[in-house]
């Protein structure tokens, strides 16, 4: 299955959708459409769809009692690769439900299979999208998604080594590269990133060195999406920054995908991370061991006040997760 050699999945799915609940949709329509710049393609009391290309839907919003992250949608290439998944979590004894009709038309895709990841994310799987050809009015020239998918999430975990060996085993990932922020930083932070395809990563996990723990409320720590140019990701911070959004990470550069980024909160909890410019693998020549020191080759500064009070209450939820059992399929 390595090395892309025997029968395996790696490079036959890409990251589709993603679901999150919020307590307020008018938030959410706010900050999806006039902030990020994506296009609207459906509202009602109970949700919101948008869309970036091609795909009916490409991020859900569930009004919920909570915010947090609730779905993560995989395309897998055809009814084989996804068999094979199948069969894998069947061999794991994992409990798989599948869902059609309107159920699935939620989730912008003609049927799925779903079932509860790590820290209790639903992994919910597909092979067809629904697709909608209306011109997309968004605010930027256009996403980055094509066949390595949406973006990536990031994760902290404090069952690291299985989280990792988890999507190891599913989806035959394989690790980029990691970064390990040394000691003398205020928390010693290892992530671990994952690729499925091309995509540098799709999944990234982060894990506090030492007492392991989890000082973030959300099951995503952050998404990803990338814009097309650098002046769709200029103009993106600055339409957010001129709307009133506070930024968690102002613009800067990461050593090993090379993203060129910045990060603001969504309504849901989590961050979100908008770039640019990220690299794309080329497994003929690609070091899996390489290690970086560092986060940010430069920028990724967080606002000073912002600094203090995220610190807080990071330590405060970091303290309370070492009470709490993190959910794991297998
Ligand atoms: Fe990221």
Redesign the pocket.
Known sequence: MENGVGPGVFGALSMGYLVAGARNLADWKRFGCEAIGLHLACESESQLAFRMDEHARRIIIERRDADDAIALGWQVNDRAALDIILERLAANNVSVEFLQGDQAAQRGVLTLHRFVGPKGLLIELFVEPLTDSKPLQILSSGFNIGRAGLG?I?VMSKERDRTIAFWRELFDARISDRIEISSGKRVALDVTFLRVNERHHSV?IAATRGPRIDMFPTRVQ?F?IEVATLDDLTATFERCRALGYKMSRNIGRHPNDKEL?FYLPTPSGFEM?I?WDALVVDEAWWESDRVYDRMSNWGHDIPGALSTELGLRHVLTGIKSLRREEFLPW
């Open positions: 990536h990031s990234a952050h990803n980024s991370e770039g």
